[in-house]
């Protein structure tokens, strides 16, 4: 059956005028497998939009060739010079909209035709040398319904791209039909732009501790091949079909109570349930997939059309025997690492594991899994005005993994699909791999605990470790279990234990009262300040527990951390809860989320640093001259003058004077900087409960200072925030405990009675904006 095909003539031909930029690394290899393959589609990315509206086809084609003036990206072509390649932006293309009226045809007909178009479509390769790589067919139903199959190379595109079009093609529509043209907002930033940035960036130093992680991840890589049916073809020709289950309701649902109950995200459950799938075939205990991830970590590249991701391994030890939770804890803590060190290029990667390229095979990985929540970014459905567009399933456009594991969220639900590549299997050996997964699935259990951490060991330095960390020896374990002070020790209320680098709380102790205990764990290792290793923040958190466990064995808790130790108290009631204990609340003070300011965009991340800057140097130095700190303490906050020596050359001189206590403020500072720069690589996961927050009245306030100091985000369950008189290291003073010990008695009252409404009534000092509820 053929409908009627309508000519439209192009709207704009191509000028001469061009600009030229970079290509990203994985432009470049895009660039080189299609140049290896000519005739495969794989690379394509074939999208299949339903739109209702009053519709018409040169409303459409106007609106799309907005678009191509508006994204330099679907205007670029691709030029090999002696620089390498570059993306070649050309000042207009042609662009004409393939019409193909369906109208009157019964919707058998009409939906075997749009199968034949779109596959037609998804599998008629590009030339590299086009000046773009995008075109459109528009099959219209009717006046107001119809199918916009939309198809692009990998060179130009990405899923987070596809969903800005969408939004920009909905409200063009509808600007349109309103009549007047589109008002989009200005486009700050271009795909070329980025190109220039990350050539940059690359040859910066910036990821040389990725470039470490990844060169560990992958030291003996050897590839995870799932046998095929057939023996692998000496010429890959990207045959592909892609098969799908859908999940019922009430296993979809108990999957993400899973991974919310393990405080891990849904694709970790997924991708670890796939690796247990997939391991006995493989015939390995290490399950190595591959998967894509965009790096779009600042804000300015949000709203950048073109392909802004990379592709990271996941390497999974699946030992025989092993839990579905205990892969999944591994999957997530892989996950985070990958996230840290996500922009080292994969095409690094594939050095590094010693790859040589290789036509016949998946670059690296054999099997690929990805998980989309919905392909166009803000749910299932489009709409504006009388205009709306939702997604259909992909055309399969060929094979580029072996097995290309995916799950998709669509208006039925969860369904989990695979495409494979029948060169190699068999449909039906397809099918039982998808089974078996699901099989895997359906034994995920809610709250599910991870294997115990593995034995003591000793690290690289000869030093007897605990657990997975190897942070504290044994011995220094039991010098800080020697050194807990306990306050109101004989109360009978939840103590309440403080993760501290000095004992500062007694006043506090005082105003929370002799009904309840409190537990001073002192964290700064003991002896001269020295080079620690770089860790995980997690690890450090588990050392954290294992002190927390030795002062109270069991639970339940209250945690309190001031600065970036309240973020680890917050991440050991992550372990905690995951081991089975209750947390009744974690206490933040003056305590930072990890990530708000490390994901804040460059400018601003400048701007907020001036901004701290000129707080601190006025406000530092009048405390060094009414004596509050030494002129010591106060001119060693100043790289520049640690580097130079210069406080301790005035010092010897006679010119400054410090105290008794410089020793110990050294000491504390130079641990403290430590914990820093490990938080800033963290990011931690959504924490579901009760979280208190008190915030110095001294801290800046305005956009880059969020109130809540950043928690909002993560903390799901109850958040309450609370203004401290004080500067960030006065706040356990008398005035600062004394309005810090009066929330936490009406809070914990509230909490141990059940009553959680009365932990946040009229007994807290913040204003009422402050009280937060995620």
Not at 363 to 375: D, G, K, Y
Not at 576 to 604: A, Q
Request: charged share 25%; hydrophobic share 45%.
């Amino acid at each position: 059956m053929n409908g009627t095909a309508l000519k439209i003539a192009p709207t704009q031909e191509v000028e001469a005028g061009h600009a030229l930029f970079p290509a990203t690394a994985c432009q470049v290899r895009y660039w080189h497998e299609q140049k290896a393959s000519p005739k495969a589609s794989a690379l394509n990315i074939a999208f299949r939009l339903q739109l209702s509206g009053p519709l018409d086809a040169a409303s459409i084609e106007r609106v799309l060739g907005e678009l191509i003036g508006r994204h330099e990206i679907l205007r670029t072509g691709f030029l090999m010079t002696g620089a390498g390649l570059r993306q070649q932006v050309w000042s207009h293309a042609p662009f004409r909209l393939e019409v193909i009226d369906l109208k009157g045809v019964d919707e058998k007909a009409r939906l075997a035709e749009g199968e034949r178009v779109g596959g037609l479509q998804a599998r008629t390769p590009f030339e590299l040398s086009s000046r773009s790589f995008f075109r459109a067919v528009w099959l219209p139903g009717s006046d107001t319904q119809g199918e916009l199959q939309l198809t692009f190379h990998s060179l130009v595109m990405d899923g987070w791209s596809f969903a800005i079009l969408v939004r920009e093609l909905v409200e063009g529509l509808a600007a349109l039909h309103a009549g007047h043209d589109p008002a989009f907002a200005e486009v700050d930033l271009h795909h070329g732009d980025y190109a220039l940035w990350k050539e940059e960036f690359l040859a910066s130093g910036a990821l040389d501790r990725a470039r470490t992680h990844w060169r560990n991840e992958l030291r003996d890589f050897s590839r995870f091949d799932v046998p095929g049916d057939r023996p692998r073809a000496q010429e890959r020709r990207f045959q592909g079909v892609i098969r799908s289950i859908l999940l019922p309701a009430a296993l979809s649902e108990r999957l993400i109570a899973a991974a919310k109950a393990q405080g891990v995200t849904l694709f970790s459950v997924a991708a670890a349930s796939l690796a247990m799938a997939l391991q006995p075939a493989g015939g390995r205990t290490r399950v190595v997939m591959g998967t894509q991830m965009s790096v779009r970590d600042q804000q300015e590249l949000e709203g950048v059309v073109g392909p802004l991701i990379n592709t990271v391994l996941l390497c999974l030890d699946v030992q025989p025997g092993s839990s579905v939770a205990s892969v999944t804890a591994q999957c997530g803590a892989k996950l985070s690492d990958a996230i840290a060190h996500l922009h080292l290029p994969f095409e690094e990667m594939m050095e590094m594991a010693g790859e040589v390229s290789n036509a016949d095979r998946p670059p690296l990985c054999s099997v690929n899994f990805a998980l989309q929540q919905s392909f166009v970014g803000v749910g299932d459905e489009v709409r504006k005005q009388d205009f709306a567009a939702t997604t259909s399933p992909s055309f399969n456009a060929g094979a580029l993994y072996d097995l290309n594991f995916f799950m998709v969220r669509r208006p039925e639900g969860w369904r989990i699909s695979c495409e494979g590549d029948t060169d190699l299997y068999d449909i039906g050996t397809i099918d039982a791999y998808l089974a078996k997964w699901r099989s895997v699935l359906e034994t995920v259990e809610i709250g599910a605990r991870a294997a115990p951490a593995p034995a003591p060991r000793k690290d690289t330095a000869g030093i007897e470790g605990v657990g997975v960390s190897g942070f504290m020896s044994r011995a220094e374990l039991a010098a800080k279990a020697r050194n807990i002070v306990r306050y109101n020790e004989n109360a009978p209320g939840t103590p309440i234990i403080a993760l501290n680098n000095t004992a500062v709380f007694y006043e506090l102790a005082r105003q929370i009262g002799d009904e309840r205990p409190l537990i001073d764990i002192p964290m700064v290792p003991e002896g001269e300040p020295r080079d620690f290793p770089q860790r995980a923040f997690q690890d450090i958190a588990a050392d954290a527990v294992r002190l927390i466990r030795l002062a109270r064995p069991h639970g339940p808790y209250i945690l309190m951390g001031h600065c970036v130790l309240g973020a680890i108290a917050l991440e050991a009631a992550q372990q905690l809860k995951r081991e089975g204990e209750t947390v009744e609340l974690v206490v933040l003070n003056d305590s930072w989320c990890p990530g708000y300011r490390e994901s804040m965009p460059w400018y601003d991340r400048q701007l907020r640093k001036l901004q701290v800057r000129a707080d601190n140097i006025p406000r530092d130095f009048r405390k060094a001259m009414r004596g509050e700190m030494s002129m010591v303490s106060f001119l060693k906050q100043y790289r520049i003058v640690r580097v130079l020596g210069i406080a301790d050359l005035a010092l010897r001189l006679g010119l400054i004077h410090g105290d008794a206590s410089e020793h110990k403020v050294a000491e504390n500072r130079w641990y403290i900087e430590y914990l820093l720069a490990q938080q800033a690589r963290h990011r931690p996961p959504s924490y579901d409960g009760e979280v208190q927050v008190f915030r110095s009245a001294q801290v800046l306030r305005g956009r880059l200072f969020a109130h809540e100091l950043g928690w909002r985000p993560v903390v799901t369950g109850k958040l309450v925030v609370t203004e401290v008189p004080g500067m960030h290291d006065q706040i356990f003073r008398s005035a600062g405990a004394a309005v810090i010990g009066k929330q936490l008695r009406a809070r914990l009252a509230g909490t141990e009675a059940g009553t959680r409404a009365a932990a946040v009534s009229g007994e807290t000092d913040a204003p009422p904006a402050s009280r937060l509820s995620a």
